[in-house]
C-alpha cells in the first residue's frame, strides 16, 4: 500500500466533516488540527533531526503575537501579507536561537532552548508590548479580498475549518517530502551520528539549523492560525508548559513519525478535553493536570514507541 | 608526460611539526610526516602512543595545538573536517561508526550524497538521486559489500560491519584514506580480503594505516612510522623498521 493512501483519506474525511458537525466538535476539530500542525513543526526537529527542543512553544507565540499585533486596529488585514509576516517573524527568531543552541548538544540544548523560550514568555508577560500579563484581542479576523471580492475571511466558520485544513495537509505533505529527501535523509543520519557525518564531509550545523528554522516557522504557523481561532492572544501561548504539552503529543503518538504526531495531538487534546470537562468528572475537573499527567505516564509505559506502534504490537501480539 | 616517480615525491598529505597537548600531556609531539598516492603508511606505536590522535588532527576532528597540515598545495590546518573530507580527506573509525537502522546502501548512498550539490532540493527523492546511487554501489562493489545492499546495516557481521565502514569511506571519493585499525577484530579471512582491498586502493589513494596486526602492517606496508609517547621515533621501509635498534627496543620487544 502506499504510504500517502491512509493521510489522503483522513484529509478527505475532514474536509467532508462540517455537514455533520456541531459549532463545539467543528471548534475542536480545528483547535486539534492546529495543534496538529504544531506537533508536526516539532516532529521534524525531535523525530527527524534528533534535536529535543524544550523551548518551541515560543515560535508558536511568537506567531501568534505578530498577528494579532500587526493587525493593529485598522481593521482586517489582508492574509496574503499577515501570514507570511508571522511565518517569518517566528523563523528570523528561530534563526537567532537556533545559531546560538545549536552549537551545544544534548541536556544543555534543552535547557538552552528553554532559556530562549522563557526569554520570550516574559518579554511579553513583563512588559507592554502585547498588553502585558492579559494579553490582547485580535478585533479583526485576516481576509484575502480583490477589490470588492472576499475570497476568504478567517471570521467565518468555513473559511477558518479549511485553511486549518490546508495549513495541516501542506504542513504534513512539505515534511513527507523533506523526509524522503537527501536533506531529509542527512538530518536522520545526523539524528544517528552526527560526528560520522561530519566524517563523510557534511556541514552539520547548517543542516540543523535549516531544520530548526523550518520548525520555526511552521510552529508560527500554527500560531498565526491559534490567534485567528481564538481571537486572542496571551503570554501562556510561549510558556513552558505549552513547550512540554508539544513534546508529549509527539511522545504520546510515537516518535519520529508524521502520522504518529498528528495522532499524538489528537490523544493529547481529546484527553485534555476530556479530563477538563466538570459535566463528566464534577469536582475531578479541577485536577485535570493530574489526571492527564497519569494518564500519559500510563500510555508512555504501555507503549514506549507512542500510540502509532499500537499497530505493530497488536499485530505481532496475534502472531504470538 | 610527467614521471609519476616525481610526482610521487610530493606527499598529497603532510603534516608539519604537528603537535596537540592536552592539559599536561602531549598526545602528539612535533610530528613531521608526508604521505603519497600508492603507498600504504603505517603508523605503528603502543597504546597512548598518539597515533589515534594524529588522525584526529589530520581528519580535522581535532585541532592541532601547534604545527600545520598540508594537502595537494593547500595549508588546512584551519578547515573544519567537513571541508576536508569534501576535499578529498576519508577516514575510518576504530569503533565501529555505521548507521546500524539504515540499508547497508543506504549507508554509502547517504557518504556519497555530502559531496553533491543542491542538497536543499526537497521535492526530490534520496532513493532516486541515481548520482549518490552509483557512487554507493561502486564502494560496495570494491569492498565486497554487493550481495548485503539492501540488509539492514546492524545485521552484518562484525567482519562485515568493518567492510562497511571502509566503503562509506571510499562513498565519499576521498583521495586520501586515513585508517584507524581496520582490521580490529577481524578473522583470518576478513583479514586476507581487506589487505587485498587496501593493496588495490593503494594504487590512486594515498593510505595511512594504523594498526595492531604486526603481520598485516609488515606485509601490507610500504613505510612503516614508529610513535613512541606522542613522537615519531623512526619512519622507513618495512625491512628497515625491522632492523631498527631503537625500535626493538621501545616497541617490538627484545624478541624481535
Known sequence: ?320 | MRDPKTDATEPLLRSNLLTRRFGGLTAVNGVTLGFHVGEVHAVIGTNGAGKSTLINMLSGEMPATSGSIHFDGHDITDWPQPQRARAGLGRSYQRTTIFPEFSVLENCRLCAQAALPRAWAVWESAQHCEASLATAREALERAGLSDDAQRSAGTLSHGGKRQLEIAMCLATKPRVLLLDEPLAGMGAEETERMLALLGALKQNHAVLLVEHDMDAVFRIADRITVMVNGEVIASDAPAAIRANRDVQTAYLGEGH
Not at chain 1, 484529509?11 to 500542525?37: N, S
Not at chain 1, 525531535?46 to 494579532?68: E, K, M, Q, R
Not at chain 1, 500510555?299 to 504490537?313: D, E, H, N
Open chain 1, 1 to 320: 500500500m502506499r504510504p500517502w493512501i491512509v493521510p489522503v483519506i483522513a484529509a478527505l474525511l475532514l474536509a467532508a466533516l462540517p455537514a455533520v458537525l456541531t459549532p463545539y466538535t467543528q471548534d475542536l476539530v480545528v483547535k486539534i488540527a492546529i495543534y496538529a500542525v504544531f506537533a508536526l513543526s516539532l516532529e521534524l526537529l525531535v523525530g527527524a533531526a534528533g534535536l529535543v527542543s524544550l523551548g518551541h512553544a515560543a515560535f508558536l507565540g511568537i506567531g501568534a503575537y505578530v498577528t494579532v499585533m500587526a493587525t493593529g486596529d485598522g481593521g482586517a488585514a489582508s492574509a496574503l501579507w499577515l501570514l507570511p509576516a508571522a511565518m517569518g517573524a517566528a523563523a528570523l527568531y528561530a534563526i537567532f536561537v537556533g545559531a546560538l543552541s545549536l552549537r551545544t548538544k544534548g541536556v544543555y540544548f534543552i535547557m538552552v532552548t528553554l532559556a530562549f523560550a522563557q526569554m520570550a514568555y516574559f518579554v511579553f508577560h513583563d512588559t507592554k508590548l502585547g498588553g502585558g500579563s492579559d494579553g490582547i484581542f485580535l478585533y479583526s479576523k485576516p481576509v484575502i479580498q480583490f477589490g470588492k471580492t472576499v475570497l476568504l475571511d478567517l471570521d467565518r466558520k468555513a473559511d477558518l475549518y479549511y485553511t486549518v485544513l490546508a495549513a495541516l495537509v501542506g504542513t504534513y505533505a512539505l515534511l513527507a517530502l523533506i523526509n524522503r529527501s537527501r536533506f531529509g535523509h542527512a538530518l536522520a543520519g545526523i539524528r544517528v551520528n552526527e560526528q560520522r557525518m561530519r566524517a563523510a564531509g557534511f556541514a552539520t550545523y547548517g543542516y540543523k539549523l535549516a531544520a530548526f528554522v523550518i520548525a520555526g516557522a511552521l510552529a508560527g504557523l500554527a500560531g498565526f492560525l491559534l490567534a485567528v481561532k481564538d481571537g486572542a492572544v496571551n503570554p501562556e501561548l510561549l510558556s513552558w508548559h505549552e513547550s512540554g504539552a508539544v513534546l508529549l503529543m509527539i511522545i504520546l503518538g510515537g516518535i519520529g513519525s508524521l502520522r504518529g504526531a498528528v495522532i499524538g495531538a489528537v490523544a493529547f487534546t481529546l484527553l485534555k478535553e476530556l479530563y477538563q470537562s466538570e459535566a463528566l468528572l464534577g469536582p475531578l475537573a479541577a485536577h485535570w493536570q493530574l489526571t492527564l499527567g497519569l494518564t500519559i505516564i500510563a500510555f508512555v509505559a504501555l507503549l514506549p514507541k507512542g500510540l502509532i506502534g499500537l499497530k505493530a504490537r497488536l499485530s505481532g501480539g496475534a502472531h504470538a
